[in-house]
Nanobody
Framework: QVQLVESGGGSVQPGGSLSLSCVAS?????MAWFRQAPGKEREAVAS?????ETTYADSLEGRFAISRDHATTYLHMYNMNPEDTAVYYC???????????????WGQGTQVTVSA
């Protein structure tokens, strides 16, 4: 079992930045971030395999950055816009996939709101 605890959500103005953290109860190879906006499906944001192989959603690369320090994973978000408003979830698994169904372990989610 792996427990995941996210933190760092909140409100930010358009153009602003926000960082999220996810602490895992133990090290696991793949850590990922997903998000789900109201009325939409959960979508992959970014993932990091071990400590260096990163993958981003095409539309977010350049504005979002994922990193990790052992069992803690970070998502740094820059130049945010209202379309980034969603609940952000941390996920973990033995391999990285863009399909949310492939992940066994999930955090509780943290709300991110971008508005003026």
């Amino acid at each position: 079992q792996v427990q995941l605890v996210e933190s760092g959500g909140g409100s930010v103005q358009p153009g602003g930045s926000l960082s999220l953290s996810c602490v895992a109860s133990r090290y696991i190879a793949c850590m990922a971030w997903f998000r789900q906006a109201p009325g939409k499906e959960r979508e992959a944001v970014a993932s990091i395999l071990r400590d260096r192989e990163t993958t981003y959603a095409d539309s977010l690369e350049g504005r979002f950055a994922i990193s990790r320090d052992h069992a803690t994973t970070y998502l740094h978000m820059y130049n945010m816009n209202p379309e980034d408003t969603a609940v952000y979830y941390c996920a973990a698994g033995v391999s990285c996939r863009s399909d949310a169904k492939q992940y066994i372990y999930w955090g509780q989610g943290t709300q991110v709101t971008v508005s003026a």
